[in-house]
């Protein structure tokens, strides 16, 4: 788990995704559509990915991805990211992380 969160404190926004899962691509293409740039891991492609997924599932992250980070912060996957997008609120996290501009 330290690995995991060496890995979120060094960038605004993190996501550890996997290439085969259509709600990790949704998340990134979100933060895409805003103008933020994410640090994507995807797990099935790193070494250790299994490794940090059984660290993320430790954490609370259920399913494990996509897991999101801002400001080192996890924030949680596809449906609390969607929710606090609904609500007005993943913009002024963004912007609190220097992850966003505008």
């Not at 250790?48 to 924030?75: D, K």
Request: aromatic share 6%.
């Amino acid at each position: 788990m330290e690995r995991v969160g060496k890995m979120v404190s060094e960038k605004p926004v993190v996501i550890f995704s996997m290439t085969t899962c259509c709600m990790s691509h949704t998340i990134i293409s979100l933060f895409s559509d805003f103008g933020v740039n994410p640090t994507v891991y995807e797990l099935d492609e790193i070494s250790r990915g299994r490794e940090i997924e059984q660290a993320l599932s430790r954490l609370g992250c259920n399913p494990t991805v996509p897991a999101v980070f801002i400001g080192g912060e996890f924030v949680g996957g596809a449906n609390e990211v969607m929710s606090l997008h609904l609500k007005r609120a993943l913009k002024p996290m963004l912007k609190r992380a220097g992850a966003l501009w505008l």
